[in-house]
């Protein structure tokens, strides 16, 4: 059994789906749970217009509805002819109407809270699933539609839901297997999940690649399969450098701290239940599906090359917490790490002096207020339009001098931050975000230009 995951774009129109009934049809015999987003773009906008309606804007929010609908019902029409769109238009109009509903009732209140924005968001992945079901079916192919809110268990912290690993296997085991034992392909869409009492959560932007590798743990998968828009991880953002390299192999924590760090490709906590269960994970590209992409395994193999790529994280904010008393008090970190938490501000890299603390943290709404409280017990700046560079790959770990082979490398350039993780296998550093892109293409040509083949393509 494997997992088979398709990103937004690989299910962003009718020729999109079309390829991946495609590829799914060259791995029946691997019998396949698939697992896709939303189309492309869909959550962003399901949001939007939760927000519109929440402002008491339910005319925009009603239009984008709309517009949601006609794409959804022109890409099934497309998919599925008149015929087989005429039996199926009901269950995705009824989806539609609930929709309507829930932003009018939003609306009516004029507020939004994180448990309705989870619901309304929701809708991306439950079309998705329903479509991408339909069109394997219209294709002769054993689709088969699994509402994954009867599957994945969470608690109930909306917009970034904790999975309840157990009884989510157990469910998984329950209705998912039999459907493969049975030689169908259940379609589940990623992201959404459901609380203990079934009201809908999600667990986090980009997450559905986290319930893929849910799904393929708890299913015990043989590999979970990642499919996007690009050849596989790439040593750095292919939108950033004309000439980045697809990495062949990455080990498990290699991936993780590029993830963490921003290589958008996968999401962060995808890698761990695959970890735990020594499940190899591919990136692939949907759009080249004969390209072998990139394994993720527990261990790498030698690489001649120091790194294995480069992540970039923008909109990032730098909070300086300086303490007035000039020393670092019984407690002070604590208290101050307890209002970021607090604020629910998630910290990404910490540094410490004596008399000073500098924490960065992906620029948003509670900061203001977070700098408030903590001003309260110490000196607070806080700058934003900062960037993360992470630098990742298990050689830094023996290999002397490479902090001054990097700096040196970046001489006129203003670094803010400089971290390099207990794990020892990235360097991370905080610039200002207007210089992050040139830096990035420094550094990748400086540590790429030459390549190990047995580990970059
Ligand atoms: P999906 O919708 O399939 O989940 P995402 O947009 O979440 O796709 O992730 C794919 C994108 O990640 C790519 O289009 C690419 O621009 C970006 N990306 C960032 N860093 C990397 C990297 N190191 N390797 C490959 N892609 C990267
Ligand atoms: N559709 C969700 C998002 O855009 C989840 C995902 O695509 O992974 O965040
Ligand atoms: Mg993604």
Redesign the pocket.
């Known amino acids: 059994m494997i997992v088979m995951k398709?990103?937004?774009?690989?299910v962003q129109d009718a020729k999109a789906i079309d390829r991946v009934a495609q590829i799914v049809q060259g791995r029946l015999a691997d019998r396949p749970v698939v697992v896709v987003?939303a189309m492309?773009k869909v959550t962003d906008s399901l949001l939007a217009m939760g927000k519109a309606a929440g402002s008491g804007d339910r005319k925009t929010a009603l239009k984008m509805a709309r517009t949601l609908r006609e794409r959804h019902y022109e890409t099934a029409g497309e998919l599925l002819g008149t015929a087989l769109f005429t039996e199926f238009h009901g269950d995705l109009g009824a989806d539609f109407e609930d929709l309507d509903e829930l932003l009018r009732g939003i609306g009516a209140v004029g507020e939004i809270t994180p448990r309705t924005y989870d619901y309304v968001a929701s809708f991306g992945e439950v079309l998705s699933s329903k479509i991408v079901s339909a069109a394997f079916v219209a294709r002769g192919l054993p689709g088969a539609h699994v509402d994954s809110r009867q599957c994945l268990l969470t608690d109930s912290s909306y917009t970034r839901a904790v999975p309840q690993f157990d009884e989510t296997n157990e469910r998984l085991r329950k209705k998912v297997k039999p459907l493969v034992d049975s030689g169908k392909v259940p379609v589940m869409g990623g992201f959404i999940g459901a609380n203990r009492a079934g009201i809908t959560t999600t667990i986090g932007r980009?997450g559905?690649?986290f319930s893929a590798a849910i799904f393929g743990a708890g299913l015990n998968a043989e590999r979970i399969e990642?499919?996007?828009?690009?050849d596989?991880?790439?040593?750095?953002?292919?939108?950033l450098c004309a000439d980045?390299r697809r990495i062949k192999v990455i080990s498990f924590d290699e991936a993780a701290e590029?993830a963490y760090f921003?290589?958008?490709?996968l999401h962060p906590a995808t890698v761990l239940p695959a970890v735990q269960q020594n499940i190899p994970v591919y990136?692939l590209n949907s759009m080249n599906p004969t390209c072998e992409g990139t394994k993720i395994t527990a261990r790498a193999p030698r690489c001649s090359n120091i790194f294995k790529?480069i992540?970039l994280k923008k909109k990032i904010t730098l909070v300086e917490v300086a303490s007035p008393r000039r020393l670092l008090v019984h407690g002070y970190l604590k208290s101050i790490f307890e209002a970021f938490d607090q604020h629910g501000v998630a910290v990404d890299v910490v540094s410490t002096s004596e008399v000073s603390v500098s924490v960065t943290a992906e620029t948003n709404e509670a900061i203001p207020a977070l700098a408030a409280d903590l001003a309260k017990i110490a000196d607070v700046k806080y700058e934003g339009r900062k960037a993360i560079v992470c630098l990742v790959g298990e050689n830094l770990r023996e290999t002397p001098g490479i902090a001054a082979k990097v700096f040196g490398i970046l001489e006129n350039v203003k670094i803010r931050m400089i971290s390099q993780g207990a794990s020892e296998i990235n360097l991370t550093f905080v610039i200002e975000e207007d210089d992050a892109s040139e830096v990035v293409r420094r550094l990748h040509h400086a540590f790429f230009a030459e390549a190990d083949p047995e580990v970059f393509a």
């Open positions: 398709f990103g937004g774009t690989s987003s492309a980009g559905s690649d990642i499919w996007t828009d690009v596989g991880m790439m040593t750095t953002d292919p939108r980045t590029l921003g290589a958008k490709v990136v790529a992540a």
